[in-house]
């Protein structure tokens, strides 16, 4: 089986759109959440995320966003952000919002999927000694989160312990570009797909990853999108400049 695996989506649609059109054929989407906010298309980017299907785990904004969560936990920008989303979702887009379940999920034997970690969705997993700790204490050996915005994967290999933790090296970022990586044997593993509507690599391009569970390989990949178009639908709608500023900068 071939999996689509898209995170942190953030009413990006061009972004998505941009994604999909380069998404290689796949059997099933895993969507990591973060669906809306930020971003200035969160109905349409929510109605193409539900028609894409299958498995889908809450995302912090999607909590805040559709009011499950108060947005204490959110910076004023992210604060603004949500409630403006919440003011111009279709209730039915709410109501589906607000139902996602928590993760992790175990769409199979073998694969978790989370927001942020197992242990806590909200989590941010940015340091790899964060990883090895949950990643000793898994109980999957394929972990897959989102939440930080950074195409990354931990390593704990059962013998050796844990392995360098792998960024996609991609030679002079442009134009689209993927990064296979196999899948080892007794080795446990935390890919993040990386974001696809609000990067934070540095790399502004969107971020998704393909899970082939017959060659047991994850392939990284990066596209380009119309990122001013998305920027200027940022400032039509009155959303915080910052929010269109930060696509442009990958950060
Ligand atoms: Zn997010």
């Known amino acids: 089986m071939r999996l689509l695996i898209l995170s942190d989506i953030h009413a990006n649609l061009e972004a998505l759109e941009a994604c999909l059109d380069a998404a290689p054929e796949h059997d099933q989407v895993y969507n990591l959440g973060d669906i809306v906010g930020y971003g200035a298309n969160p109905n349409e ?78 989590e941010y997993v940015l340091m ?55 899948l080892k044997p007794d080795t446990r593993y935390m890919v993040n797909p990386g974001s696809v509507g609000q990067p934070r690599d540095n790399d502004p391009r969107a971020a998704f990853l393909l899970y082939d569970t017959e060659e047991n390989s994850i392939t990284f990949h990066r596209v380009p999108y119309d990122i001013e178009r998305a920027q200027e639908k940022i400032i039509a709608a009155g959303l915080p400049e910052r929010l269109a500023a930060r696509l442009a900068e990958g950060r």
């Open 128 to 182: 790899a000694s964060d990883a090895y700790l949950l990643l000793a204490q898994a109980t999957a050996p394929l972990i897959f989160f989102g939440h930080t915005h950074v195409q990354r994967c931990f390593l704990l290999d059962a013998s050796k312990g844990p392995g360098k933790s792998l960024v996609p090296a991609y030679k002079q970022p442009r134009g689209k570009q993927s990064v296979k990586l196999e």
């Open 45 to 122: 980017v929510t109605e193409r995320s539900r028609d894409l299907g299958s498995i889908f785990v809450r995302g912090n904004h999607d909590k805040a966003c559709s009011g499950v969560s108060d947005l204490a936990d959110f910076n004023p920008i992210a604060g603004l952000a949500a409630l403006w989303t919440r003011q111009k979702l279709a209730p039915d887009h709410l109501e589906f919002l607000r139902e996602l379940p928590q993760g992790p999920l175990a769409p199979m034997a073998n694969v978790q999927l989370v927001h942020g970690s197992p242990r806590d969705e909200d």
